[in-house]
């Protein structure tokens, strides 16, 4: 009998179209390639329900792909969307020996993942990952997750989760940085304020034109850099000259992750003004890069070195004023989780590992 190669199946919403989509996902997209970093005997199957919208089976940096480009608004069309997975789930494990489904976000994905693991005799963790912890997640009482099913990526998720459903994720797993992806740093950090993520409300970004415009009061040559697209890009242009900071900040759109990560390198303050966050990839690669971070929300509930939450909009520019004018700062690597032992500490939970050679 032919062997068949041991496969951890991953249900995600979405997954890079190709190889240089790197600002799509980028944090899944680095798991992915932790798990074969470390894990070289074991097949990784992405199955993508929304995107790329398209179907294609395709081949990412050797991992098989699966977009079903479904997920479509209405209860029919996500119906449909499950009908295949649940189809395409049956095939794989025709030729795999299917170790486990992982489902990203508590949503249509772990609700597939549940019932057909459960159908079939499988092990099915989803890992919480942000938005899909707070209030109203229609999917929870869907699935009914058990607290051993449910990954948190943060201390700060476990409870918001717990708060909002009564049950706390038996395991806490963040995510991290792939130190791979850094070059060396430039001599001169020539950034003075940074921002990278989606330009949507959540976000907050008009916070961040506040407080350059409050610094530039003081600090009238003051740089700041917003990088990432989004529906809020107008009116943040819009703010951005009605304050007069066109020479203060500069909106450079999305960047592939390589590029995003080098701008870290060049910054000496990431400011992450959103009003929710599980666990931001991007303050964990600043922080990597050198750079310090100030925040709003505090996802592991202990201090982080160069990483400062404050309260409102006066702390952050306060703070952000003090390192700006300390004569004495210096800017090297702080290392907070690296996604090496986050893909390991998942991957044992499907009880699977590696004879070393």
Excluded at 110 to 134: C, E
Excluded at 144 to 163: Q, V
Excluded at 171 to 198: C, E, F, K, Q
Excluded at 261 to 274: N, V, Y
């Amino acid at each position: 009998m032919k062997h068949k190669p041991k496969t951890l199946v991953i249900l995600s919403p979405g997954f890079p179209s190709d190889e240089a989509d790197t600002p799509c996902l980028p944090a899944q997209q680095v798991f992915v390639k932790a798990i074969n970093r470390n894990y070289p005997q074991l097949r990784v199957v992405v199955i993508a329900f929304e995107y790329p919208f398209r179907r294609d089976d395709y081949c990412w940096f050797d991992n098989r792909i699966i977009a079903v480009g479904g997920w479509k608004d209405g209860w029919i069309n996500k119906f449909q969307t499950m009908r295949t997975v649940w189809k395409l789930l049956n095939k794989l494990r025709k030729k795999n020996e299917v170790i486990g489904l992982l489902s990203f976000w508590l949503g249509g994905c772990a609700l597939v993942g549940k019932y057909y693991s459960k159908a079939k005799g499988l092990p099915h963790h989803t890992w919480i990952l942000g938005q899909d912890a707070r209030p109203g997640n229609r999917f929870v009482p869907l699935v009914r997750p058990t607290a051993g099913d449910l990954i948190a990526m943060s201390d700060f998720l476990a409870k918001e989760f717990k708060k909002n459903y009564g049950i706390r994720p038996a395991h806490i797993i963040p995510n991290g940085v792939d130190a791979s992806l850094y070059g060396p740093a430039p001599a001169v950090r020539d950034i003075d304020v940074l921002g990278v993520g989606s330009l949507i409300p959540l976000k907050q970004y008009e916070l961040f034109v506040a407080v350059i415009h409050r610094l530039s009061r003081i600090l009238p040559g003051i740089r700041a850099v917003l990088c990432g697209k989004g529906p809020e890009r107008d009116r943040l242009m819009q703010l951005i000259e009605k304050q007069g900071l066109q020479a203060n900040i500069e909106l450079v759109g999305e960047k592939p992750h390589a590029e995003a990560i080098g701008l870290m390198q060049r910054t000496k303050i990431l400011l992450h003004p959103s009003s929710y966050e599980g666990f931001s990839t991007v303050c964990l690669e600043a922080l990597f890069a050198g750079a310090r971070v100030i925040s709003f929300c505090d996802p592991v509930g202990s201090r982080v070195a160069n990483w400062y939450i404050v309260a409102g909009e006066e702390e952050m520019t306060a703070r952000a004023l003090s390192l700006l004018q300390d004569s004495r700062l210096r800017f090297s690597p702080t290392p907070v989780y690296t996604m090496d032992d986050s893909a390991k500490k998942i991957v044992e939970l499907f009880n699977y590992s590696e004879t070393k050679t």
